[in-house]
Structure formats: structure tokens, C-alpha cells
T-cell receptor
Framework: AQSVSQHNHHVILSEAASLELGCNYS??????LFWYVQYPGQHLQLLLK??????LVKGIKGFEAEFIKSKFSFNLRKPSVQWSDTAEYFC????????????FGKGTRLSVIA | GAVVSQHPSRVICKSGTSVKIECRSL??????MFWYRQFPKKSLMLMAT?????????EQGVEKDKFLINHASLTLSTLTVTSAHPEDSSFYIC??????????FGSGTRLTVV
């Protein structure tokens, strides 16, 4: 079975600091990878996804993630965070085989302070 | 883009009663829908996968007689929590997938059983 590990439970950064959130998955086959964001009181929104091709994926709001197959990792980055980036971030993975469900990591809470 | 409408957003019910949660894909046909449960400060746990016109596939540990899932049409899936108890209080989220869209999440339902 697949599993997703997000190493940081809660990250606190000052505005303009750089962000990197770790995500590792365990699955031997081919996977799709996703990062979702959940702002307080709102539903999940897709930040970016990787299916194939260029392992460096750019998403919305200045976020990017790099798929490193040898490390089973898909870390999320942003060069300069803003207060509005305060949210919960979830990494997710699913098998490349039909409409298989997403398996989520436990999430990382990001708090950006002024 | 794709929109998934989930209702109600909040519901409070008495212990022993049943609650129905609806999940509708508004502008696409959802061949597959997923139901997740999110505990406070925890990740989304997959409850079941439902394909239109067939019985849902439940994850291990999820009581299928307690959490009834119906996916009778390509745009509607329902989750009924039967004989709800306080331990069923949680945040329930549906996700739909269908061409040409990927996974789209509903806004979630906060269930409180008193």
C-alpha cells in the first residue's frame, strides 16, 4: 500500500522567508503526485501536480515542487512566503492506474508571521 | 474549471439519527467519487471509493452498514451516516474525478453529533 510522509507538522516563518516542505512517499510503481492547500475554513485547492515529464513543476501562487524519483520525494518550495500563505498543506499520491484514490500525508501547518 | 458542490456544509444531529450528505459534480460527469474523513489536525482518511452504478468499495475498518454510499448517477453521490453517534463527529469531504478534469474536492461537511 502507498503511504505519504510529511516530515514537518508545523512550520513558522517570517514574511519573505523561503519555504520548503518535505514529502516522501512509499510505492514501488509509477505514481502521480500532488500538493494541495487548505486555507482556514475553506476546501482543498490544488497547488500543483506531477504526472510525467519535467520533474520541476510550477504551480499557482508562486509554488513549485521537484520530483526526485531516486529519493521518492516531492518537496514543495516557495522563494518568498506571504502572510496569506498561512494554511495547511497536504502532499498526496496515487497510482497511475485508472481513477485510483489519492493517499494523503498528514499535512503541514504553515504559519507566516509579519 | 470543475466544481463539486457538497451539502450541507454543517449539520448538527442528535445521537441515533441519520444524516445524508450530498456531493454533486456541477459541470462534468464524475465516473468515480471518493469519500474522505478528516479528523482535527489530521490528514484525510479515505473511507470509500464509488463508481457510478456499482457498489462502493470501502477501506478497511470503515463500516459499510454505518456509512452508506450511493452513486446512482454520474453527477451525484450521497453518504448517509446511519444511527450517528458522537464519535462520528468529523469533517467529511467528497472528491470527484471524471474527464476532462482531475480530482476536484467538495467544500466539506462538518458533522456534529450531540
Amino acid at each position: 500500500a502507498q503511504s505519504v510522509s510529511q516530515h514537518n507538522h508545523h512550520v513558522i516563518l517570517s514574511e519573505a522567508a523561503s519555504l520548503e516542505l518535505g514529502c516522501n512517499y512509499s510505492y514501488g510503481g509509477t505514481v502521480n503526485l500532488f500538493w494541495y492547500v487548505q486555507y482556514p475554513g475553506q476546501h482543498l485547492q490544488l497547488l500543483l501536480k506531477y504526472f510525467s515529464g519535467d520533474p520541476l513543476v510550477k504551480g499557482i501562487k508562486g509554488f513549485e515542487a521537484e520530483f526526485i524519483k531516486s529519493k521518492f520525494s516531492f518537496n514543495l518550495r516557495k522563494p518568498s512566503v506571504q502572510w496569506s500563505d498561512t494554511a495547511e498543506y497536504f502532499c498526496a499520491v496515487n497510482r497511475v492506474s485508472g481513477n485510483t484514490p489519492l493517499v494523503f500525508g498528514k499535512g503541514t501547518r504553515l504559519s507566516v508571521i509579519a | 474549471g470543475a466544481v463539486v458542490s457538497q451539502h450541507p456544509s454543517r449539520v448538527i444531529c442528535k445521537s441515533g439519527t441519520s444524516v445524508k450528505i450530498e456531493c454533486r459534480s456541477l459541470d462534468f460527469q464524475a465516473t468515480t467519487m471518493f469519500w474522505y474523513r478528516q479528523f482535527p489536525k489530521k490528514s484525510l482518511m479515505l473511507m470509500a471509493t464509488s463508481n457510478e452504478g456499482s457498489k462502493a468499495t470501502y477501506e478497511q475498518g470503515v463500516e459499510k452498514d454505518k456509512f452508506l454510499i450511493n452513486h446512482a448517477s454520474l453527477t451525484l453521490s450521497t453518504l448517509t451516516v446511519t444511527s450517528a453517534h458522537p464519535e462520528d463527529s468529523s469533517f467529511y469531504i467528497c472528491s470527484a474525478t471524471g474527464q476532462p478534469y482531475g480530482y476536484t474536492f467538495g467544500s466539506g461537511t462538518r458533522l456534529t453529533v450531540v
